[in-house]
């Protein structure tokens, strides 16, 4: 899961970014902010800061430049001319006024493919832990066949198991603990293990074994573009 924080002094703004972060699989809203100020605190938290350049008091640009180690930014203006002074303070991408929610995808994507290669593998866990009846479970991610959310639970469908882990667990948190090169939101309630993917189409996943999930509209690209890598 990629962590982000929003910084922009107009609320309609800052509405629409936390709408279009809430509809990308890989993104989550650690905190939206009304000023640079406000967002300090949450700069050591988050992978992405999503900066207004235009903001009373300390400008996006000025904020980001008094960063000692500031994360990933992308800035975001009505202003074009404002683009090559964002790139010399060295940002990830620039987002112009009004933009839509394709180009905001499109931008979250590139990040992704940024983040990608620069976390090491091993950031990745060994293992999962899970508490169900008084116990705890391990399970390695690889074991992990697709999940399924009901509500505050998840069904997890194992390889070596047809009966599933039923855990209280999100989904989306699961899918952020996942490698993403190997696990893909393909619903709002589930997740596979591309691995396991044998034949795809608009609307459905066939795994192995002859299991059907359904793809919503929502994940289709994104999935088709894990497939293809």
């Known amino acids: 899961m990629i962590r982000v924080a929003i910084v922009d002094d107009e609320p309609l703004a800052l509405r629409q970014m936390e709408s279009y972060v809430s509809r990308i699989p890989f993104l989550e809203l650690v905190a939206s902010c009304p000023s640079a100020t406000a967002a300090r605190p949450y700069v050591e938290q988050v992978d992405v800061l999503y900066v207004d350049i ?6 996006g640009m000025d904020f980001v430049r008094s960063l000692e180690n500031p994360p990933l930014v992308v800035f975001t203006t009505a202003y074009s001319e404002y683009a090559l002074e964002g790139f010399r303070v060295h940002a990830v991408d620039y987002l112009l006024k009004p933009f839509s929610f394709a180009e905001f995808e499109a931008s979250a994507l590139r990040i992704r493919d940024i983040i990608e290669h620069v976390r090491p593998a091993a950031a ?16 390695e991610p690889d074991r992990i066949r697709y999940a399924e959310s009901m509500s505050e639970y998840l069904k997890i469908w194992l390889m070596d198991t047809d009966i599933p ?11 952020g603990q996942l490698p993403a090169d190997r696990f893909q939101r393909i619903h709002r309630s589930y997740l596979v293990n591309l691995s396991q993917v044998r034949e795809f189409s608009r609307t459905s996943v066939v795994l192995e074994g002859g299991i059907t999930l359904p793809v919503s509209d929502l994940y289709r690209r994104a999935l088709r573009e894990a497939l293809s890598r």
């Open 54 to 59: 235009n903001m009373p008091d300390l400008s």
């Open 124 to 139: 990745q866990p060994k293992a999962l832990t899970f508490k169900m009846d008084y116990k705890t479970v391990l399970v």
């Open 165 to 175: 882990l039923v855990v209280l667990y999100s989904l989306k948190r699961l899918a």
